[in-house]
């Protein structure tokens, strides 16, 4: 009869995720086997050696099927790390992702710069699981954190996860989070604006592997034709939110970089900002 060790099952479900033609295949199934034993991942390294018990290896089992015939792993086992930060997630949010992260730290170097005034207004547009506000709150220097981060989503279960979020992160005194379309429901004026809106276009949508297209929100991913319909709706309504002088960041496409850094004809210090991999990823604007 076959043991069923940690190294055997990590070895048997390395090989079955590679014929599946899935990205990282050994770290997948580490996360996957930890989340099972309810241990840290780290720990499947001093266990080498153990057996799961059979309520272990059932739970094991039903999450190697479920994500080799696609299930994001981060929604089975209902966390993800960024900015090495955890946060819950569901099918509700978008499984933050790590080119997000250059988006929060260019935030924070900018929050830097108000280290001397009195603490900066942020706004978050389309906080979705909330993983930039809270690594945001989590990591703004201390002189700048009176002011709570207003952080907004249109779908209140993304809301909802947000504030676990929060609250899971220690500050939850420091963000308030709302439901609304855009700045519907914001009246303040902000000295720095970020988002991660959708902007994904209908034929790039069409062409999105499996993984997303079928478990990650499309209101999350899918802003329309061309892809930049939300985050220009966004801009119109930007000016009357962000204070003269104010930042703002968004989050884009190499695909329509160009066109989202055209909304901003005008102001101040327009400039596209590229990602590790040498993509165009994120608009940075100043208001005059
Ligand atoms: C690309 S996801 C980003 C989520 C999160 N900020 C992140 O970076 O992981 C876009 C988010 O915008 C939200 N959203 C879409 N349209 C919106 C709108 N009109 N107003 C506010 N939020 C919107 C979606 O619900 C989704 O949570």
Redesign the pocket.
């Known amino acids: 009869m076959e043991i069923w060790t940690v190294k055997h099952l990590l070895e048997w479900t390395t090989d079955f995720f590679k014929k599946k033609g899935i990205e990282m295949p050994r770290l997948d199934a580490e996360i996957l086997l930890s989340a099972a034993m309810k241990i840290k991942r780290i720990e499947l390294y001093t266990n080498f050696a153990a057996e799961p018990t059979e309520t272990q290896r059932s739970l094991f089992r039903e999450f190697v099927k479920r994500h080799g015939m696609g299930e994001p792993v981060a929604y089975l086992v209902g966390f993800k790390e960024f900015y090495s930060i955890t946060f819950n997630v569901d099918r509700n949010?978008?499984i933050?992702?790590p080119e997000?992260e250059l988006l929060v730290l260019e935030t924070l170097d900018i929050l830097k710069t108000f280290a001397n005034d009195l603490s900066p207004a942020v706004c978050?547009?389309?906080?979705?699981?909330g993983?930039?506000a809270v690594a945001i709150a989590k990591n703004r220097p201390q002189s700048v954190k009176q002011t709570p981060i207003i952080a907004?989503?249109?779908?209140l279960e993304?809301i909802r996860i947000a504030e676990s979020n929060a609250v899971l992160n220690g500050v939850e005194n420091q963000i308030e989070f709302r439901c609304?379309?855009?700045f519907a429901e914001v009246r303040e004026t902000f000295d720095v604006v970020v988002c991660?809106?959708?902007y994904v276009s209908r034929s790039e949508y069409e062409t999105l592997p499996n993984h997303i297209k079928d478990f990650e929100?499309q209101?999350?991913?899918l802003a329309g034709v061309t892809g930049t319909e939300?985050i220009e709706r966004f801009t119109v309504q930007l000016s009357e939110r962000l204070k003269t002088g104010g930042y703002v960041l968004l989050e884009c496409s190499p695909m329509i970089a160009q066109s989202v850094a055209a909304f901003f004809t005008g102001w101040n210090t327009v400039r596209i900002i590229k990602d590790n991999a040498g993509n165009q990823r994120l608009v940075l604007a100043v208001k005059n």
């Open positions: 949010v978008l933050p992702r997000t978050d547009v389309g906080t979705g699981s993983a930039i907004v989503d249109i779908s993304a609304s379309d855009l991660n809106l959708p929100p209101l999350a991913l939300v």
